[in-house]
């Protein structure tokens, strides 16, 4: 599913040097290192809008197709959810809206039943589509994030911390969700803790 | 100086055009008197001659020579500009200081009494009180001060009172040292707020007074660009053998000259 | 809580209400050398005796000042304004008729280019840097224009010189009402003001709604949304232009104010026969009372206006 070999970021006074990976479809992947060692930075670089920075490899495939020749197409088969996305909620939208949007722009339809099932498998209360993200606390914004994430029916899910700002109870529940995704989804999830990873992951890479 | 140099020599291209138009504005300014090759008050020569050798933009319909009008209008208008400009924003400036030192009771009058100056409509009541004031520039550029000193006041008490609260040294200063302490360890923080204030606050006294005296207010005798503006548009004629282009068109331009010129200038990087 | 916010609301305007008719009665009276209270002097002879006596009677110069101040209120209560030197006729009679004609032309350019220019400035906002950036300039060119002076420059390019629309007044002389296409006519003698006053109005909101814009952009449930594969348009509509709406609507309320005294002078350009045509007819005239009508009128207007405008947004802010 996923492949990078020899992957560099360029800066002015040094260069990053990342360890090459090879993702298998439904497989899930964790990735942990040190704070600051540039893990966010690949993910941007791969992944994000709007990185602007050397990034160079000699291999980058999102299944089968080259990461950069890709552009924006890549987000019809994968869903980035960044760091600190319990921020990335519009404060001026339900969670309703929120989500039929999404569904709307990958052209899915809204299935009542389907997703009040998903709700539950994240432990959210159904009343939470009706909230504005000014209702919710950190953890339900974040489990809610990921529920987005999973509803676009992507191939690959990135995740960048999730676990960075919640409680444990909602960490959990997320990483149970998360398992039970293996052999639909792809996950590639970065995490700070080791032991979190090491007894739910297929391959953890060290940064 | 040297540091103004530098500074200017890294400005956008536009910039650059505007400067020197200012400049040049400043300079036909100061050798007004050189360059007006008639007086104003002499209305000897033929009416509404088309520009010639001798009137290179014609005459008016009294006898005026345009050209000579219009070299006077720019020592007015700038001299005008850079008075009321100065004063408004210096006004708006300490009071904003005042309001920060004293602040309770003092802060709250002053800020309310601000609010109170936006809500109305600022260039009508400028009107209001230029017209029933004597119409001398002197009462023209009060008149214009005393109501354009608001937006600088607003903005540079936001701004004083951030530094404030950033500024613990200063904060612990005010309470102890006296006003003067207080300005003069703010100041350098607030300079090139005056600075831009002062060039934006120029421009609208121009637009100002140039609206004003198309309205036929300011003193009589006094012929700025905009008393000009309204002659032309006032003078009946003005569309036949496109006098037009001689007797509104100047003046006009040298308006839009001025305000694009400063507007641009102080505008934020683009 | 939401009575509470109107009433403290509703106070705040009274307040500045009373202000502004405590200060319209009082800066005649305070400006040195005014001439109102010199009319023995050199205007006695210039003024009919009727009119003199109606202006003692509405002035009263001679009684204390807290008793002409009460008489000024009694005769504001009762919509008296005083008589007008030049017509002869009181003036709120000529404000009522010049009014209705100065709100067909302020509402609407208020409401075009409100929209146009949220619609300009999101799109500009939009755009790579640099590209939308170079509508930066011609934008804060024509904002740095005084309004009369484009109003003046439309009126002779396009309405005398080219006669693409009536150059002025707000319908050909001798059409009434009843007359076939009234109302046609009445819309082109509306056009150029209109286009005029519109095209002063959109350069401040659209400036600002362009800043708003690149704000906004750089949040992270706008780049969110985009990962999440949420419509282009969508994003514009419900994740910018709904997070910039309440500071454009905030702004905005500042802009009606700029929005009366443009309809002034763009009126006063073309003849338009609204309050800004009789502004300059009564600055020409020197004609004081009315003056100080419209004067005290326009500061009425656009308190109106702002405080319609301020509920308007508290109202949004709290259902969203």
């Not at chain 1, 000014?134 to 339900?140: I, P």
């Given at each position: ?8 970021i360029?800066y002015?006074?040094?260069t ?9 479809a ?6 942990s ?6 893990k966010?930075?690949l ?10 920075g050397?990034f160079?490899?000699?291999k ?8 950069k ?5 890549k987000?019809?088969?994968m869903s ?6 319990q ?7 339900t969670m309703?809206?929120h ?5 709307k722009?990958?052209?899915l339809?809204?299935?009542k039943?389907?997703?009040e099932?998903?709700?539950?498998r994240?432990?959210?209360?159904t009343?939470l589509l009706?909230?504005?993200p ?7 914004k974040q ?11 992507p191939q690959?899910l990135?995740?960048?911390e999730?676990?960075s700002?919640?409680?444990m109870?909602s ?5 149970s969700?998360?398992?039970?995704l293996?052999?639909k989804?792809?996950?590639?999830m970065?995490?700070?803790?080791l ?6 992951a297929?391959?953890?890479i060290?940064f | 100086m ?7 020599a890294?400005?956008p291209?536009y ?5 020197l ?26 009416h509404l001659?088309p520009?010639s050798?001798?009137h290179?933009?014609?005459t008016?319909?009294?006898?005026h ?13 700038i001299?005008m500009?850079l008075?009321?400009?100065f ?5 708006g400036t300490v ?9 309770g009771a003092?802060?709250d009058?002053l ?13 009508v009541?400028?009107?209001?009180f230029?017209?029933?004031a004597?119409?001398n ?7 214009i ?6 937006r ?9 009172m ?5 500024n613990?040294?200063m904060?612990t200063?005010?309470?102890?040292g006296?006003?003067?302490d207080v300005?003069?360890?703010l ?6 707020i005056?600075?831009s204030f ?7 006294a121009v637009m ?5 005296a198309?309205?036929?207010?300011g ?5 700025t660009?905009?008393?000009l503006?309204r002659?032309?548009i006032?003078?009946?004629?003005l569309?036949?053998?496109n006098v037009y282009l001689?007797?509104?068109l100047p ?12 507007a641009l200038?102080v505008?934020r990087?683009? | ?13 009274v307040?500045?209400?009373?202000v ?9 009276r305070?400006?040195?050398g005014n ?8 205007y006695a002879?210039?003024?009919p005796s009727?009119?003199?006596k109606?202006f003692?009677a509405y002035?009263?110069p ?10 000024y209120?009694?005769?504001?209560a009762?919509?008296d304004?005083?008589?007008?030197f030049?017509?002869?006729t009181?003036?709120i ?5 010049a ?16 929209t146009?220019?949220i ?6 906002g ?7 950036a170079?509508?930066?300039?011609p934008?804060l060119?024509?904002q740095?224009v005084?309004t ?6 439309a009126?002779v390019f ?6 693409v ?14 007359s076939?296409?009234?109302?046609i006519?009445?819309?082109t003698h509306?056009?150029l003001p209109?286009i ?5 109005e ?6 600002f709604?362009?800043?708003s ?17 949420i419509?282009?348009d969508?994003?514009?509509q ?14 905005l309320?500042?802009q ?5 005294t ?7 350009v073309?003849?338009y026969?609204g ?7 009564a600055?020409?005239?020197?004609d004081?009372p ?13 308190i109106?206006?702002n405080?319609?405008?301020e509920?308007m947004l508290?109202m949004?802010?709290r259902?969203n």
């Open positions: 599913m996923l492949v990078l070999e020899k992957a560099r360029e002015p006074n040094l990053l040097r990342y360890p090459d990976m090879h993702v298998k439904g497989e899930f992947v964790g990735i290192g040190d704070s600051g060692c540039g966010t930075s993910l941007e670089a791969l992944f994000g809008h709007d990185f602007t050397a160079f490899y000699d980058g495939l999102l299944a089968g197709t080259d990461i020749a890709l552009g924006d197409a987000y019809r088969l980035y959810c960044p760091q600190f996305s921020n990335a909620l519009n404060p001026k939208l309703l809206q989500l039929q949007l999404t569904l722009g990958n052209g339809p809204y299935d039943e389907e997703f099932e998903l709700l539950d994240l432990r959210l209360p009343t009706d909230r504005y000014a209702m919710m606390s950190g953890g339900q489990r809610f994030v990921l529920l987005l994430c999973v509803a676009r029916q690959l990135i995740l960048d999730p676990s700002a919640i409680d109870i960490l959990r529940d997320m990483v969700f998360l398992v039970g293996r052999g989804i792809t996950v590639v970065v995490a700070h803790s032991a979190l990873l090491s007894k739910t297929d391959q953890i060290n | 040297s540091n103004l140099s530098a500074n200017i890294k400005l291209i910039k650059k055009i505007c400067l138009i200012l400049v040049i504005y400043f300079a036909i300014a100061l050798l007004a008197p050189v360059i007006m090759p008639y007086s104003i008050q002499d209305f000897s020569h033929p001659a520009p050798g001798t290179w933009l014609g008016d319909e009294l006898g020579d345009i050209f000579s009008l219009l070299i006077n209008g720019f020592r007015l208008t001299f500009a008075i009321a400009g004063l408004s924003t210096t006004l009071l904003a200081f005042i309001s920060v030192y004293f602040g003092i802060d009058i800020h309310f009494t601000a609010n109170l100056f936006l809500m109305v409509p600022e260039l009541v400028i009107m209001f230029a017209v029933f004597k119409p520039l002197l009462n023209t550029i009060l008149a001060v005393f109501f354009s000193w608001v600088v006041y607003k903005i540079m008490r936001a701004k004083l951030d530094c404030m609260k950033k613990r040294v904060y200063l005010s309470l102890k006296n006003f003067l300005a003069q360890a100041a350098l923080d607030v300079l090139p005056w600075g002062f060039v934006l606050q120029c421009n609208r100002y007074e140039t609206t004003l198309f309205f036929g207010i003193a009589p005798l006094a012929k660009w905009g008393k503006i002659a032309a006032d003078y009946t004629d569309y036949y053998d001689w007797y509104l003046p006009v331009l040298a308006v839009l000259g001025f305000v694009i010129s400063l200038l505008s990087e683009v | 809580m939401e009575q509470n916010f109107v009433l403290k609301t509703i106070v705040k305007y307040i500045y209400l009373l502004v008719v405590f200060i319209s009665f009082a800066l005649p305070l400006i040195p001439p109102l209270f010199f009319l023995a002097g050199d002879t210039d003024v009727a009119l003199l109606q003692t002035y009263a001679d009684l204390s000042l807290a008793e002409q101040f009460t008489l209120l009694k005769n504001l009762k919509l304004l005083g008589y007008s030049y017509y002869k009181p003036v009679d000529r404000i009522a008729g009014f209705k004609w100065t709100m067909l032309l302020s509402i609407p350019s208020l409401l075009i280019s409100t146009l220019a619609w300009i400035g999101v799109r500009m939009l755009e790579k840097q640099a590209r939308g170079t509508f930066l300039v934008l060119a024509v740095a005084p009369f002076l484009i109003a003046a420059l009126q396009l309405g005398y010189k080219l006669h629309f009536p150059a002025s007044g707000a319908y050909t002389p001798g059409i009434t009402a009843q076939s296409g009234y109302a006519d009445i819309l509306l056009l209109l005029v006053l519109v095209v002063s959109i350069p401040s909101t659209a400036i709604a362009y800043n814009t690149l704000r906004i952009k750089k949040e992270q449930y706008v780049s969110f949304a985009q990962y999440l594969g419509s282009q969508d994003v514009k419900k994740f910018i232009i709904k997070n910039i709406m309440p500071e454009i609507l905030g702004k309320s500042i009606t104010i700029t929005c009366v443009g309809s002034l002078f763009v009126e006063a073309f003849s026969p309050l800004g045509t009789l502004l300059k007819q600055t020409s005239y020197r004081y009315l003056m100080q009508g419209i004067l005290l009128v326009s500061c009425l207007y656009g109106c206006v405080f319609a405008f509920l508290k949004y802010t259902t």
